[in-house]
């Protein structure tokens, strides 16, 4: 029997979504491996910022004797609010968990920026601002940072149109692993626009915008369980905000955004805080580690990180050959390939022999 073909045609798409750029992420080992032609247990993976030593042992445990993964999530996030609460030393009613920080960066965009509007992003920085800015039809307006990768506060103020809406900042920022100074939040601050500290990074370096949420009613703070907690795959992130803006995100978002899992796995790890930090200790000596041996390598600049990566400047016009050379080795890090970054990779830091094996392909590549 042959089916007759349909005459219908689809309904158009919105011209700002066609025009998106997928957002580039980070490839399942299975996929490494074979396009590196090597076993999945021999490759190094440090493009993703993730924790090489995963979540608290507690964490597994916990997963396994829970009973009621057949139940919703608590749309309201009591539970959840009051435990991050602690972790952050804000009211529960600021607080906002989201299926990653991801998804809190999307639900403030489709708050406060419509098609035609814009945000101020200091590049280069976080692609997922530009990308979400994108999908609500709004313009990224990218700021370059300075020949240090600092902010260059007034280009950033004066970037700002009656379009405005957000400011993103990220502190330490990646990929440049830099932090931001409490007088240029401020200033930024002041300009009365909404100014998102993504804090991604913070158990690495200690330093947060958190007490400015007592002065400031146009901030917003974001953090994340992925890289100190090493919840990468639960996807798991909290905002700390207005209560007023609280609310709101509270009443816009799916009701079940966060799942059970995650919740189980992020309550469990606040209580297991001390372990995890011992490991972000390792992390931090690791990639202070990692800095002495790259700065002895000829034709390399690895730039000062505050992060859980170090970005690497590597010689004139060689960055592709090199980020493919190391593919080839089954080492996989972060290559942008384009504009300012065309000669920068960065590597997140790993476990010592991983370290070992990255430094020693950076100084024969390098040669």
């Known amino acids: 029997m042959t089916q007759s073909k349909t005459t219908q045609k689809m309904p158009p798409m919105l011209p700002h979504i066609r025009a998106l750029e ?5 490839d399942p080992m299975e996929v490494l491996a074979e396009r590196a032609g ?14 090489p030593y ?4 507690k964490v597994a445990k916990a997963l396994g004797s829970f009973q009621n993964f057949n139940h919703y999530p608590d749309p309201g996030q009591r539970n959840l609010r009051r435990v991050l609460s602690g972790y952050l030393n804000v009211d529960p009613e600021r607080i906002v968990a ?49 020949d240090n990768f600092e902010i260059d506060l007034e280009s950033m103020k004066s970037a700002i149109t009656a379009k ?19 007088s240029q939040t401020r200033a930024l601050l002041d300009t009365g626009l909404l100014v ?21 009613k146009n901030l917003v703070v974001l953090r994340t369980f992925s890289k100190w907690a090493g919840l990468a795959g639960l996807r798991i992130g909290v905002g700390a905000m207005d209560p ?72 004139e016009g060689r960055g592709k050959e090199i980020f493919e050379s190391l593919c080839s080795r089954g080492i996989f890090l972060r290559y942008w390939g384009s504009g300012r970054l065309k000669n920068f990779i960065r590597t997140s830091i790993g476990l010592p022999h991983e370290t070992d094996a990255v430094v020693e392909a950076f100084a024969e590549l390098c040669a």
């Open 196 to 216: 998102v500290m993504d804090e991604a990074y913070f158990e690495f370096c200690g330093e947060t915008a958190i007490p400015l949420l007592a002065e400031y």
């Open 54 to 57: 995963g979540p608290s042992p």
């Open 22 to 26: 997928t957002y580039e992420g980070v």
């Open 38 to 51: 090597v076993p999945p247990e021999k490759i190094i993976r440090l493009n993703g910022n993730e924790n």
């Open 164 to 182: 405005s809406k957000i400011i993103f900042l990220a502190s330490p920022n990646n990929p440049t692993g830099n932090i931001i100074a409490e």
């Open 244 to 315: 007023d803006l609280a609310a709101t995100m509270m009443a816009m978002k799916p009701p079940y955004n966060v799942n059970l899992a995650a919740e189980v796995a992020l309550t469990t790890s606040l209580e297991d805080t001390p372990g995890l930090l011992e490991r972000v200790k390792q992390i931090v000596a690791e990639r202070d580690r990692m800095m002495q041996r790259l700065q002895q390598i000829p034709n390399l600049k690895p730039w000062p990180s505050r992060a859980n990566f170090i970005l690497c400047q590597v010689p």
């Open 98 to 146: 989201g299926n990653g920080s991801d998804e809190l960066i999307d639900l403030l965009l489709r708050t406060y920026v419509g098609v035609g509007d814009n945000v101020i992003i200091p590049t280069p920085t976080f692609g997922m601002y530009s990308f979400s800015a994108g999908i609500c039809g709004g313009e990224a307006i990218a700021v370059e940072r300075d």
